[in-house]
């Protein structure tokens, strides 16, 4: 969750050290994810925020993103 909003909720995807070091993939039904987060169905999708965060650990990391789909 967000302190300034109610609007935005984070889902933990992957956390810990399990795959330092190679590619993660990860494939979502934001539909789902949507109506976990708000108990409510989705609207059009109109923004989509990913984050790699370490404040919790007070460690550094390197991300890249690659190529991200929606579909359908």
Same mark, same amino acid.
């Given at each position: 969750?967000?302190?300034r *909003?109610? $609007?935005?909720? =984070? @889902?933990?995807?992957?956390?810990? %050290? #399990? %795959?330092?070091g &190679?590619?993660?993939?990860?494939? $979502?039904d934001?539909?789902? #994810?949507?109506? =976990? &987060?708000?108990?409510?169905?989705? %609207?059009? @999708? ?9 404040d919790? *650990? $007070?460690?550094?990391v390197?991300? @890249?993103?690659? #190529? ?5």
């Amino acid at each position: 969750s967000s302190p300034r *909003t109610s $609007r935005i909720k =984070m @889902i933990v995807v992957n956390s810990g %050290g #399990d %795959g330092v070091g &190679a590619w993660q993939y990860h494939r $979502r039904d934001l539909t789902k #994810d949507f109506q =976990m &987060a708000f108990s409510e169905v989705p %609207g059009k @999708i109109i923004g989509l925020g990913l984050l790699t965060d370490t404040d919790n *650990t $007070r460690t550094q990391v390197n991300a @890249i993103y690659g #190529d991200i789909e929606l579909k359908k």
